[in-house]
């Protein structure tokens, strides 16, 4: 059976699990998750480094097939068991999906991380809140512009759901999160509409609720 290592709170892990409930995929019948991480543990035992070297959640084992970085983790289960044909492969569809899983991990993601370990993993006798507030404020103006683009569009890649949507739905609901937890030390968070609208239509036509109704309490 598939093992995949990473706890639930994870916003990493939830992007797998996401995918796996997207592909018809139910735990403990298709996969077994094993808990790992913060106050789980397991991800520095030499069996979990001799998987992922990095010590990071979340990791899949596939047979002989072992991967880390979530976003090629989402990847690989897109590609190989996509039986139902959940997601598009047409080609401009398709791209257009990857380049924005690569801005979630390459633009978006960096400062709202900074914001989002500085207020629920750091002491807040060690906050750093002027940095807190300025990545946060930065990751919102950069939320502005996938504002822009889900003007024209129901997804991020067109009209369908693609993998694409995954991570950076994950990241507008930390964004939201936090604000909604910590609203002085993030500053104002911009209202945008057309991320809004696509936030209902993931809740109402995706499998979004796997991981919204089950760990997505980011403060605890």
Known sequence: MM????????INVQKVLWCLAELGMQEGKDFERIDAGLHFGQNRTPEFLKLNPNGLVPTLVDGNIVLWESNTIVRYLAKQYDHSHRFSTDINTQYQSEKWMDW???????PLRVAMLGLTRTPEAERNY?????????????LQLLDQELSCKLYCSGDTFQIGDIPLALCVNRW????QSFPEQTGPRSQLKNIDAWMRRLQENTQYKIVEEKALNIVK
């Not at 939201?176 to 604000?179: K, T």
């Open 3 to 10: 093992k995949l290592w990473g706890r639930k709170s994870s």
């Open 104 to 110: 979630q991990l390459g633009t978006m993601w960096p």
């Open 130 to 142: 002027a940095l807190i507030e300025k990545s946060y404020q930065e990751a919102d103006s950069l």
């Open 176 to 179: 939201i999160l936090l604000n």
